[in-house]
Every structure is written in structure tokens, then in C-alpha cells.
């Protein structure tokens, strides 16, 4: 890390090209079941918005907001203004922000499948619970339970891909599992249109449907390897390389079983990464690991994905129309993240970032300017508007999906070195799931509040953090990840002290 800038890479180039194996069905195993969890993470986010969306649901537990929505000249940015509603969604970010930080050191003392395994119970439990809720209590208890879930899913399993997956294919793994994500958010909003016909047990069977991929996951973790990384971290040296082995399909693994050891040695020789992440040499990317998840929230994008069937009821949508709407936004996730997967090593992070950025500002933009006209009080959109108007969500969301959808996550896990990659990415979860705790718990009021206002303020955020992707993230396309640095970058090498190796010593 404190060696060189950012380039030249051609030593470790020559290095990595010594790693020998093929991708073998362990590698295509784990991906499986990284897209599980994946999946199970977004399924919970689509569907939470899609039984918010039944009145069966409604009239259960949040029998206000129910009685609000029959009143067709009520204030219609204001019929789901509810803080229950609202927790509804929310409790599972902090529950997910407090099981993060719990599940680093389970993730490294214990190794990668513990976390995973954990991540799958604690999701079984939480779909049963909300499956069988008889009152608001049981289904929030039911929300925390799969909070848990999603702070040791969210730290262990971008991990453990990264580990078993070979060097060539590592950062294609990583949108994978953004990927799988959005594959779950589309799962849901299918399942919601198709179990709203079934009343008044439909919305138990949305929420239930998540214990079988759960079930799956927790499955796949007793029957999986540890990643060889974790074992010889933990001191199974010979068991590292016998899986290591077994992962590549070959024998010839020395180099990279080299590096591995050398690199847990490393990793081993920092007790407090929590503490080591503090030191200046590492400000630039622990501003970036904070940063980087704050703006991947403040897009609004959340908002649209957890209410995308609320805010089509508050435009004047009804009926087959309201989840088809969302299953056609959930479909454009999906095709965004492909073409980030085929674009990201190819433009870089850089253009990505600032691309989508651009095309969030402009799509926010119009959508505030067609509510601001065309819709308010005892007003509805007419249909040309409102095909318009999903035409600009939809933009938004492709936008979104192949910017800082995949790359919110991706730059964080790449630019910490090992020692302190660990802390970096439970930082990075924390911020993420906090700042939609906040967003979660407060957009209804800020839609009733500021009305089409609300995209403006979304609008202005995303100006902001593009203008910081231009100015202050380097790019790290085609770098090494053991030869990260910012330290030629303009404004992070004026923080940086000038001898880090310096630096080190005196810190440790």
C-alpha cells in the first residue's frame, strides 16, 4: 500500500499471471449462494413495498393509513404520512446497522460461513414471524429479525466471494451480487402482483416466501468450504491450501497460497483494525468508505424501490396497473446492472459515477416539474402524464442501476488495504444501512411536507456527490488491489503524510 502510486503495475501483473486454476464448479457453487443472499436482500426491500400497497395488509395493522387511502380527495402526497408505516420499513436498517458491527468480528474469527450461516437463520425466523404477525409488535420483532439478517449477510458474503473467486473474475463477481440483489427486488414485485388477488392471506405469503431462499442459504453454508483465506487467517494453513487447491483444480497454487499467507500476516499483525483505520494514512479511504454509501442513499433511489407501489397509488394509479408498474421498474434494475457488469472495466468507475449522476439529476428534475404542474390536491394525472411520468422513474432507475447501484458497494471494498479491509466494509455497511434508516423513516413525511419538492432535494444531493466523484475519487479501474493508493491524486496527497512507511512504524 505505501509503496507506490497507482501505477506502475507491471510487476504484480507478472505476478498474478504465475496464479494457475480454471473456474471449477466450487467457484459456480458460491456464486449461487452468494446470489441467494443476494436475492433474499433484495427480496425484502421489493417486497416490503408491495404489501404496503394491499389493503388487506393495511387494514390489519396500520387501519389509519388504510382509512386515509379511501379518501380519494384527501391531500395526495400525504395519504401514507405514517411513522408506524414508515418503522414498518426502517426497523430492519438499524437492526441491520447494530448486526453489522457485531458480525466483523464473528466474519473473522470464526470465518465467512459462520456469518452466512447466521444471516440465514436470523432471515428464516423473520420470515416465519412476519408470515404468522397477529399484531404490530410480532411483525416488528419480525423486521428486526431479518435486519439481523441483512448486517451478517451484507459483511460476510461480498467477502467470501471475493476470496474464492479468481483474480480475473473478482470484480465481475462483486456486480454480481448487485445484481442478484436486483433479481430478488423484480422476485418480489412479481410475487406481490401476483398474491394481491389472494385476499386476505395474500400478504402473509409475500412476506412467508423469503424463509425458502433463507433455507437454501443457511444450507449452502454448513456444505460449503471456507474461503482458504479465512483458514489460514485463522491458523488452518494446510487446510487453506487443500481448498485452495480444490477451488482452482489444480495442484500448482504456490504463488498465490504465497501471497495469501503473506497477506494474513500481515492482517494478523493489526489487532484493532478499528483503531489502524483511524491513522491519517488511511483518511482518504475511510472518507470514501463513508461517503461513497451516504450519497448511494441520498439518490432517493431506496425511496422509489420501498414505496414504488405507494408513490404509483399517490399518482393516480389503481388496480393491476399499481405492482405492474413496479415489476416494469424492477425489470430496469436488472438490465442497468448488466450493463454496468459489461461496462465497469471497460469506461471505468469514474465515467459510470458521473454518467448516471447526470441522467438521476435531469430524470429528478423532470419528475418534480411534471408533480409540480400537473398534480396536487383533488387532482390526478392523466394518463398521457403518467405514462410520462413512468417513462422518467424508469430512466432514473437506469441511471441508478448501472451507477451507484453496483458501485456504491464496489469502490469501498477495493481501495482499504487487507489490514483494515475487514473494518472498511463494516463501515461502509453501517453508513449504508443507517443513512436508509433515516431516508426509510423519514420520506413519507418530507413527501407530505415538500411534496414534488421531495425530488428536487433528491436532485440537488445527487449535484453534490457528482461534483465530489469529479473532483475527489480517483479511479481505480485495472489497479491492483494490493497496489492501491491515492497518493498522486491532486488533494488526497496533501492530507497524506510524506513517509508513510514512517508513518506505519510510528502508528503500530
Request: net charge positive; charged share 15%; proline share 4%.
Amino acid at each position: 500500500m505505501a509503496g507506490r502510486s497507482l501505477g506502475p503495475s507491471e510487476l504484480v501483473d507478472e505476478r498474478a499471471e504465475r496464479y494457475k486454476g480454471k473456474v471449477t464448479g466450487f467457484v459456480i457453487i458460491t456464486c449461487f449462494v452468494a446470489a441467494i443472499g443476494g436475492c433474499i436482500f433484495g427480496y425484502d426491500i421489493g417486497v416490503s413495498g408491495g404489501v404496503t400497497s394491499m389493503d388487506e395488509f393495511l387494514r390489519e395493522f396500520f387501519h389509519g393509513v388504510y382509512e386515509k387511502k379511501r379518501h380519494a380527495h384527501e391531500n395526495n402526497y400525504c395519504k401514507f404520512n405514517n411513522q408506524g408505516l414508515a418503522a414498518f420499513n426502517s426497523l430492519l436498517y438499524i437492526a441491520g446497522l447494530v448486526a453489522t458491527l457485531i458480525a466483523s468480528p464473528v466474519t473473522r474469527n470464526y470465518g465467512r460461513l459462520a456469518s452466512i450461516i447466521c444471516a440465514g437463520i436470523f432471515y428464516m425466523i423473520g420470515a416465519v414471524v412476519n408470515a404468522g404477525s397477529m399484531n404490530l409488535p410480532m411483525l416488528f420483532f419480525g423486521r428486526i429479525m431479518i435486519g439481523f439478517g441483512v448486517g451478517f449477510e451484507n459483511q460476510a458474503v461480498p467477502m467470501y466471494l471475493s476470496e474464492v473467486a479468481p483474480a480475473n473474475l473478482r470484480g465481475g463477481l462483486n456486480s454480481m451480487f448487485q445484481l442478484a440483489t436486483t433479481l430478488g427486488i423484480f422476485s418480489a414485485n412479481m410475487v406481490s402482483y401476483a398474491t394481491q388477488t389472494l385476499k386476505p392471506w395474500g400478504w402473509r405469503l409475500s412476506l412467508g416466501s423469503a424463509a425458502f431462499p433463507a433455507l437454501l442459504m443457511t444450507l449452502g453454508g454448513y456444505f460449503l468450504p471456507e474461503t482458504p483465506t479465512s483458514l489460514i487467517e485463522r491458523g488452518l494453513t494446510e487446510r487453506g491450501r487443500q481448498v485452495l487447491e480444490k477451488l482452482r483444480g489444480t495442484r500448482d497454487v504456490n504463488t498465490e497460497f504465497q501471497d495469501m499467507v503473506h497477506a494474513s500476516v500481515l492482517s494478523n499483525s493489526i489487532k484493532h483494525p478499528f483503531k489502524e483505520i483511524l491513522n491519517i494514512r488511511h483518511r482518504p479511504q475511510l472518507v470514501m468508505a463513508i461517503l461513497l454509501p451516504t450519497f448511494q442513499i441520498l439518490t432517493g433511489v431506496n425511496c422509489v424501490l420501498f414505496y414504488a407501489p405507494i408513490l404509483f397509488i399517490t399518482m393516480g394509479f389503481g388496480g393491476n396497473a399499481l405492482l405492474y408498474s413496479s415489476v416494469l421498474v424492477g425489470a430496469v434494475l436488472v438490465l442497468s446492472t448488466l450493463i454496468s457488469i459489461a461496462l465497469v472495466d471497460r469506461l471505468g468507475r469514474r465515467a459510470l459515477l458521473i454518467s448516471g449522476g447526470l441522467q438521476m439529476i435531469i430524470c429528478q428534475v423532470i419528475v418534480s416539474v411534471i408533480l409540480g404542474l400537473k398534480f396536487g390536491d383533488n387532482k390526478e394525472l392523466s394518463k398521457e402524464y403518467s405514462i410520462l411520468l413512468v417513462i422518467f422513474v424508469c430512466l432514473f432507475i437506469l441511471g441508478y442501476g448501472w451507477s451507484w447501484g453496483p458501485l456504491g458497494y464496489t469502490i469501498p471494498s477495493e481501495i482499504f488495504p487487507l489490514e483494515t479491509r475487514s473494518a472498511g466494509q463494516s463501515i461502509t455497511v453501517a453508513v449504508n444501512l443507517l443513512m436508509s434508516f433515516i431516508i426509510s423513516q423519514t420520506f413519507l413525511y418530507f413527501l407530505c411536507a415538500l411534496k414534488f419538492g421531495i425530488f428536487l432535494l433528491f436532485a440537488g444531493s445527487v449535484s453534490v456527490m457528482t461534483i465530489f466523484v469529479y473532483l475527489l475519487l480517483p479511479e481505480t479501474k485495472g489497479v491492483p488491489i494490493e497496489e492501491m493508493t491515492v497518493r498522486e491524486h491532486w488533494f488526497w496527497k496533501k492530507i497524506l503524510p510524506t513517509n508513510l512507511e514512517a508513518e506505519s512504524s510510528h502508528a503500530q
